[in-house]
């Protein structure tokens, strides 16, 4: 079945260094959208891809979406403490019912001060 | 604040039990989608509703239901419940369908948490 698979699973900076976390499908997607969910909380969307090798950057954040629109990255430049949570990126497929998302496992990011 | 609304926020109740997880979505979505968050699955999403009908189906078990009201509101109802059943349920809403050029972002509810004991 359609699935995005996301990595790492976890990762642990220091405040000031940055991150990326990576998604991938085995088939082409139609978009790709980004959510975060912070600790006890429920997941935010963040940001929509939908044309091959699009950039998109909101401040310190950087989202791309490849040429093939099979894989896309998240990368947070000199995080912060605010940054923290976990991070999902969610495909959909052009045929795929009704537009339901189809989630990635996450990435925890955890930030040491 | 997301705009949807899921009661209760917790729920504790014992194997065998049914439960019922209710969802208001934001005032003009007409799409309601269920998600089962667990700490080693992620988020699963189990059913989408579009302005009363069924939509999609995911990975729901039989003993799960769900349906959308008139009113818009939704409910997902959990039977026989077990112990592998304990996960964070969120609810999540819509403005549309979304198609590939739609943006669709989906708004999540705070969640219920389920403990099943």
């Known amino acids: 079945g359609q699935q995005v698979m996301q990595i790492p699973q976890y990762q642990h900076v220091q405040e000031g260094e940055d991150f990326t976390t990576y998604c991938n499908s085995s088939?082409?997607?139609?978009?790709i959208q980004w959510y975060k969910q912070r600790p006890g909380g429920h997941p935010v969307f963040l940001i929509q891809?939908?044309?091959?090798?699009e950039v998109k950057k909101q401040k310190r954040l950087t989202f791309q979406f490849g040429e093939a629109k099979k894989n896309s990255s998240l990368h947070i430049t000199a995080t912060q403490t605010t940054d923290v949570g976990t991070y999902f990126c969610?495909?959909?497929?052009?045929?795929?019912?009704?537009?339901?998302?189809?989630f990635g496992q996450g990435t925890e990011l955890s930030v040491k001060p | 604040d997301s705009g949807v609304t899921q009661t209760p926020k917790h729920l504790i109740t014992a194997t065998g039990q049914r439960v019922t997880l209710r969802c208001s979505p934001r005032?003009?979505?007409?799409?309601v989608y269920w998600y089962q968050q667990s700490l080693d699955q992620g988020l699963q999403f189990l059913i989408h509703?579009?302005?009363?009908?069924?939509?999609a189906k995911g990975n729901i078990l039989e003993r799960f239901s769900a349906q959308q009201f008139p009113d818009l509101h939704s409910e997902l109802n959990l039977s026989s419940l077990e112990l592998g059943d304990s996960a964070l349920y969120f609810c999540?809403?819509?403005?549309?369908?979304?198609?590939?050029?739609?943006?669709?972002?989906?708004?999540f509810g705070a969640g219920t948490r389920l403990s099943v004991l």
């Open positions: 005032s003009g979505d007409l799409s």
């Open positions: 999540a809403s819509s403005v549309d369908l979304a198609g590939v050029r739609g943006k669709n972002i989906q708004y």
């Open positions: 509703y579009y302005n009363g009908e069924e939509r």
């Open positions: 088939t082409t997607l139609s978009n």
């Open positions: 891809l939908v044309k091959s090798g």
């Open positions: 969610a495909g959909r497929w052009i045929y795929n019912q009704g537009g339901k998302l189809i």
